[in-house]
């Protein structure tokens, strides 16, 4: 297209944008606008895609990082024939693809949903990442960033991530148009605020006027021929371009333009323009095949290994078997023993540094290039980026997280480093899988087995050695749980997993020194829960007593309650718990001290047995 | 001190460090003795500081953010008289103050916990900015970080913060020592890396060697004597500084020095410097003071109020009121309406752009200086700050948190801005409260009432308008729920909060005139819950139905069950939730096809109360 041409399509980005809100009665047509030219060059000379098949390996990959610009998005999908005008008119209503925010569960040419601002640009230095290191592909990475998202600091990790990768098939659009959703951002169009920031990181930039399409087309030109680096774009834009009423304006974020058909006549009416989009190049997977054979580790019963150990020697495993395995780790794998797998299949191995979100994200954009990402750190720092896990489970996407250094029983360091809301926080998920295995061979078995499973798969471990339980041909399915003392004279049941099931086991060996027999439940998938085990326990003994290392709420005792919140008969339930804020302790001493151990388990078994006495 | 002295001092930190750490058999010497140089010269000539009265607001404020140098902290404790020797060495055992990451809760010196890497520095430029903007006082922060927590978004975010404000009152030094947990860290010993990304977002840098205490001492004065910008020291230093055996070396993070004696002779043996702090200066404090009379909002039953109004509004009374309560929020005001807030009281409000962890970390910050921050985004954002939530519940702060724009019933803006996991994660912080109103006077007295109550404080806000079902006299204590429907022939009991509240009372109209009569309880107060009034309904009803604009995991429906987790007998329960991911649609469309508008409520407990008659 020559530059009248694109001045066109800009246009008409803009009219349809303000057509689609204004069919939805909501919307974001002024953060179209501003980004317009920026996306219509893009899609008219520099973006490789094929829309019949958004899966071709060859394909560039865009990302909407400033994800309430989806006006901006959808038309330009109908500029390149992917959707009709039609369609592009069902914007943000029940049953369309086109939401609010793009995700892509609805769209197969979205790579990532975004809407939480600051997610767009980590997600596709990981996809970035991908190409260079795993695809071994030469797609480009496009994405368009908004200014006020600047602000987030996972756009630096992510800024470092890729500065330091030297990721030259990234280039990074900042959209500057001057203003945020309540007003005016910090810098508003200091375009060099943001260019020195980014070459701080180790970028090349470039600055350019946002609606001049042949500055546009030449620094497009200028990131793809750039070598070594990422290249930043910082744009400036003005908010609303093109409509008197709404340029530069503000208090106008999120709101549908007020006179549609008179902003429409002055951007110069409704058009049809059609864009060719290049094609992407010819692609030839270069994906690394495992064994196929998967030999899991085995340790014999009764063996004093950690979880965390048995999770990093079945991941490098895992990932001898299966080419299509990547592991992650936030700068802690040799606490996590994800540096098992870094040893052994170093070029499948991405180390994050301190950077939970940016870890996240990347696990993100290379399991929508199809790997499959585990990635691990402590299980208190997946705290920081639970937007990150909420987001990827909006998109759909499958990933693995290793939470490890889980509850109280880690010990001395205290309570920054203890994973005790973990539990809750990735059960809220949803569509999520939450396992947390207490022996060696049981960890194997989950790791290799998480693989497959859709969405969020979380896999909790413990620092400490406890004994293997399970010999090495013992199956797991999720959703299982395994009896481990039973009988018919059981008076209670005792629900515990990970830690807190040895201390089970524990008590009730000491109970039944006593003549009170108890049922002891491994419910090592506490999210899907085995529902018939638990409900048939309540019926046989009545009671139940669940055993966490982790806070009250949220964790493996409201996962108990799922198998009884369809209205059925509840049985009596005490749950013990981490209630207190722990200091520091040896690993013994903090679990009795927060009442989890085996003595705090029997002496309330005690208890509730006593009391179902004397009623 | 002289230079010798300095020296000496630096050794003395060294060899308790190692003492310390040999006693405990766990803890980091080496990464304290790489910045015991700087913390020497900083404690003998730049800090003032009265360690008799750390509450003194003459005081400067020293934070270490790289917690697990906690020995060399607790080594200038020592060297300044605040702690003996005996004490030292009870360092992470049960019941010592000295943990093995600093909190507040134990020492009265320690400004805030740290142990979570990268947060630290952020609540430091919200103590430095409480110095500037609400104290007006000219004490100084200083703030010792890590490189390795250099990777994390949020220090980028606390240094555009600090750098946006000319927060020349904060020295951040980072002990560059080249060394990770794991292993080298990105930038190794290339101090400009990290000088200028500090420069690139405005503060002043220093290059030093750390370990050359004139330099050092110059470097202070720099930071001091520089005006307008903050000043970062970036101070190259060795891991392990001093011992042959650990200096410079991998693979001994967070582990005692091995040969301890023979360390401590080589470090020049076991010294008694004493330290004599500079007194702070005096200050007068200048705190605004309330007119003390408190007038809230006061609206009609019947009228239509959104929550996030009756927020905005009440909030700006209490600050007319309270001249200690101070408003944050992150680029969202006019959503949150925290904006309300800013036009009264524009020198206590601050706009924390979209940087919720830096938000969540300034109100620490401020909090630790004695104001009463509100910090407001939607609660789906917040989940991105959740370490820092959980780290300010170890510090035991005491913020007040507002999520606005919870649940489906948003409507067309899609998944990416629904809070559904919010209940869940605030509910799993210890010691947290989590109100969640449903009409604009309860809104108020519950903004009003928070203030004052101890940990974190979390208010939900809807974004849609309700009617006032309370009179504007009626008081909701904490705790507390209100019984708005109920009759001696309640055959099941609806507990619901917010949004769904609403439609309870609709589907218990609904149902009252086919002659089925329904309890229904407003449960405002998720955490803690009333569970006397719980427990009554449930007898005498036999059935909890709950519904809530949240997953099913973690929200209100587990929060009813706090009531029976005691071993008492449990109620028949039904959980009516959010079970799938929604996409874009209106706020009645959403609600209804989560199942939870007053048609699911009403068809479910017909379901109940025909299977009870059942049986």
């Not at 795993?134 to 998202?149: I, K, N, P, Q």
């Not at 080419?323 to 191995?349: C, I, M, N, Q, W």
Request: glycine letters at 10%.
């Amino acid at each position: 297209m020559d530059t009248a041409e694109l001045v066109e399509l800009g246009q008409q980005l803009r009219v349809d944008s303000v057509r689609a809100a204004a069919a939805a009665g909501s919307g974001h047509p002024t953060s179209s606008m501003s980004a317009a030219d920026l996306m219509a060059v893009l899609l008219a000379h520099h973006l490789r895609y094929d829309f019949d098949h958004p899966e071709h390996p060859g394909n560039d990959r865009f990302v909407l990082s400033k994800g309430h610009a989806s006006p901006l998005l959808y038309s330009a999908y109908k500029a390149a024939g992917a959707i009709d005008d039609e369609e592009l008119l069902t914007f943000r209503k029940l049953g369309s693809r086109l939401e609010g925010h793009p995700t892509p569960q609805r769209l197969p040419w979205v790579e990532t949903a975004t809407g939480s601002l600051g997610q767009g640009m980590p997600i596709g230095v990981g996809i970035a990442l991908a190409g260079k290191r795993l695809d071994h592909a030469d797609y480009r990475v496009w994405v368009l960033c908004g200014d006020s998202e600047m602000a987030e600091g996972s756009i630096w990790e992510a800024a470092e991530h890729a500065g330091y990768e030297h990721l030259d098939n990234l280039t990074v659009i900042v959209d500057v148009n001057r203003l945020g959703q309540r007003g005016p951002t910090r810098h508003g169009h200091d375009l060099d605020a943001y260019a020195r920031r980014f070459r701080a990181f180790d970028w090349h930039t470039v600055e350019i006027d946002g609606h001049d399409v042949d500055a546009v087309d030449r620094a497009y030109g200028e990131a793809i021929s750039t070598r070594g680096q990422p290249t930043a774009i910082i744009a400036r834009t003005l908010k609303g371009k093109g409509v008197h009423a709404t340029e530069d304006r503000e208090g106008l974020h999120g709101k549908p333009v007020k006179d549609a058909d008179e902003a429409i006549e002055e951007l110069g009416g409704v058009r049809d323009l059609r864009v060719s989009v290049h094609a992407p190049p010819d692609v030839r997977s270069r994906r690394p095949v495992g064994d196929g054979g998967l030999e899991l580790p085995r340790w014999d019963k009764g063996e004093k290994v950690a979880t965390r150990d048995a999770y990093g020697e079945a991941l490098a495993a895992l990932g001898t078997a299966r080419g299509d395995v990547v592991a992650l780790d936030g700068e802690v794998g040799d606490s996590t023993r994800a540096e098992f797998f870094a040893k052994e299949h170093p070029e499948r191995y991405f180390e994050c540094y301190i950077a939970e979100q940016q870890m996240v994200a990347t696990a993100v954009g290379m399991a929508r290039r199809g790997w499959v990402p585990y990635a691990s750190t402590f299980a208190a720092f997946l705290t920081r980026a639970y937007d990150f896990v909420r987001m990827a489970s909006v998109s759909g996407s499958g990933i693995n997280l290793n939470g490890s250094h889980a509850g109280v029983s880690i010990g001395q360091d205290g309570p920054s480093q203890m994973g005790l809301e973990d539990l809750s926080m990735m059960r809220a998920i949803h569509g999520s899988t939450v396992l947390y295995p207490s022996d060696a061979n049981q960890t194997a078995k989950l790791v290799a087995r998480m693989a497959d499973l859709d969405g969020i798969r979380y896999l909790r471990t413990s620092r400490g050695e406890s004994p293997v339980l399970y010999g090495p041909d013992e199956e797991f399915p999720v959703g299982g749980s395994k009896v481990l003392r039973s009988s018919g004279a059981d008076r209670l049941t005792i629900v515990a997993a990970g830690v807190t099931l040895h201390e089970a086991l524990a008590a009730a060996d000491a109970l039944a020194r006593e003549d009170i027999a108890v049922r002891v439940i491994d419910l090592y998938s506490v999210k899907p829960v085995d529902r018939d085990t638990l409900r048939r326990a309540a019926e046989e003994t009545g009671c139940l007593l669940t055993v966490e290392d982790h806070r009250e709420e949220g964790g493996l005792g409201d996962a108990v309650l799922d198998a009884f919140l369809d209205g059925r008969p509840v049985p009596r339930l005490v749950r013990l718990a981490v209630r207190t804020m722990p200091g520091s302790a040896s690993p013994a001493e903090q679990l009795h001290a927060a009442g989890i151990d085996a003595e705090s388990i029997a002496a309330s078994a005690r208890l509730l047995v006593e009391e179902a006495i004397v009623r």
